[in-house]
């Protein structure tokens, strides 16, 4: 019998690129189709999904026609409250066979396969999510072993199915083992590290694809699934670039950012005091940050680069207004690291090429890495060189450890590489923009802020 599967994965919410994507995929399917994603569908830096908890995401793949989906990581980043309701509302099956509740209960409306009936065919389809490391204790979850849970999945689900897919959030190097460890996986669908493979191959009898990243390709496969085994006809990828964008995607867009809109721009307070935000120069938008991540993870420092934000906040603070301000979703982080790796980290922090480079990093969706700012330190300085710095009320020692709250974007040594030194990394739920929904609504805050930490100075002071 034939068998048609076209995927995607790691979209990013690219929607408009997924619009394009769309109209290929509803040009390609026929009666031998089923629709995959292999994860990171929803990623909530799009207004769409903040504003409707994540079912934006689910409309527009219920009208394409996708079967089921993976969890990847971007799927759990708005929390799990946010994760349940998309699954438990969901017409189409969110799989993760190793994703728990940081209890290690299990999460609601997430299954750990499913198995669909194609022209007869029984498919079982399984995926594993990608294990968070340091971020599962923040976000609140308890990833297994992703080879043990796939071997699960295989044995419970013995006899019942004629083919199987592992439709994957690990990454292609990963896939690549379990095709040459599992003899009863007939295709892998790769997906988290965006790779794009020009064409479907074969690893040890396992046909696997990779369809790369932000909708800007799709993985189509053609098979003939017979009782003697799986052969592949035709396997690829295809550009959406020179696609129009589908209709409906374009209105289910239009009408839920219109509600989101609506919603998250209820007001949550006013302030007196403008919040306002340079990249270059030390402003107290980006203090107000430092502040209030040192009182959140009470460390010794708080430092985070201005960069994070986009703009600062003059009147009224609303959740839209936090979005637009701070659109990339990083975590508060602790961490320890010695006085030597900070110095270092604020010395180039007087660079202005350092300032304004790219800054690009997992998370980060601001344009420049920007001027370091602190909490519980005071920096004398001329502009060009470093004179002393105070943490708390005592010069800064190299060799000594201090705790530093900061962001996970700076504890990777984004931006700042001495500051990728960290040990004893912990990571909070929250993201940096609820640092300043929490602490933007605080009067000894705002006032906090306006007082500069950076302390201009033409000498040495005794």
């Known amino acids: 019998m034939n068998l048609k599967i076209i995927h995607t994965n790691d979209m990013h919410s690219h929607f408009d690129a997924f619009g394009r994507a769309a109209s290929l995929i509803k040009e390609l399917k026929d009666e031998s189709t089923i629709v ?48 349940e309701h998309m699954a438990d509302n969901s017409p189409i099956p969110f799989i993760s066979n190793n994703l728990y509740r ?24 399984t ?27 295989l044995e419970r689900n013995r006899g019942a199915y004629d083919l199987c897919i592992l439709l994957n959030h690990v990454g292609t190097v990963a896939d690549e083992e379990l095709a040459n460890e599992l003899e009863d996986v007939d295709i892998i669908l ?53 696609s129009p964008v589908d209709r409906e995607v374009k209105a ?30 030390e402003n107290p938008m980006t203090n107000l940050i430092a502040d209030g991540l040192q009182d959140m993870l009470k460390c010794d420092l708080g430092m985070i680069n201005s960069g994070v934000v986009n703009a600062g906040a003059f009147q009224m603070i609303s959740h839209k207004k936090l979005i637009e301000i701070c659109p990339s979703p990083l975590n508060p982080t602790s961490f320890d690291i010695q006085g030597k790796h900070i110095r270092k980290a604020i010395e180039e922090s007087l660079d202005v090429e350092i300032c304004l480079a790219d800054g690009k ?26 004179f002393s710095i105070l943490i708390g009320s005592e010069p800064l020692e190299d060799e000594k450890w201090y705790s530093v709250a900061s962001s996970d974007y700076l504890q990777r040594g984004s931006g700042y590489d001495s500051l990728g030194h960290a040990r004893n990394e912990k990571y909070l739920p929250e993201e940096i923009r609820d640092v300043i929904r929490i602490y933007g609504g605080r009067e000894d805050f705002i006032k906090r802020a306006q007082v500069n930490r950076w302390k201009e100075s033409s000498s040495i002071t005794v």
């Open 127 to 153: 995926g594993s999510s990608p294990d968070l490391q340091g971020f599962n204790d923040g976000l609140g979850v308890h990833i297994t072993d992703y080879k043990e849970a796939i071997r699960e999945e």
């Open 252 to 281: 289910i867009l239009k009408k839920n950012k219109e509600i989101a809109i609506e919603v998250l721009s209820k007001p949550l307070y006013t302030i007196d005091q403008s919040l306002w935000h340079d990249v270059l120069e």
């Open 36 to 83: 995959l994603d292999g994860g990171d569908f929803a990623d909530f830096k799009s207004i769409e999904l903040q504003g409707t908890k994540g079912m934006a995401a689910i409309e527009l793949l219920q009208s394409v026609g996708y079967d089921t989906l993976t969890i990847g990581n971007n799927e759990m980043f708005n929390g799990f409250d946010t994760l």
């Open 361 to 386: 990093g997992p998370g980060f969706r601001g344009k420049f890495v920007g001027r370091l700012h602190v909490s519980g330190a005071e920096i004398s300085h001329n502009g060009q060189e470093i």
């Open 190 to 242: 790769s997906a988290h590290d965006h790779q794009l493979f020009t064409e479907a191959k074969v690893v040890s009898g396992t046909v696997m694809n990779s369809a790369g990243c932000y909708g800007e390709y799709i993985g189509v496969l053609e098979l003939d699934v017979t009782s003697d085994g799986v052969e592949l006809i035709r396997g690829e990828t295809l550009a959406t670039d020179s």
């Open 102 to 125: 940081k209890d290690k209960a299990s999460v609601n409306g997430v299954k750990s396969s499913v198995i669909l009936e194609k022209n007869g065919i029984r498919i079982l389809i």
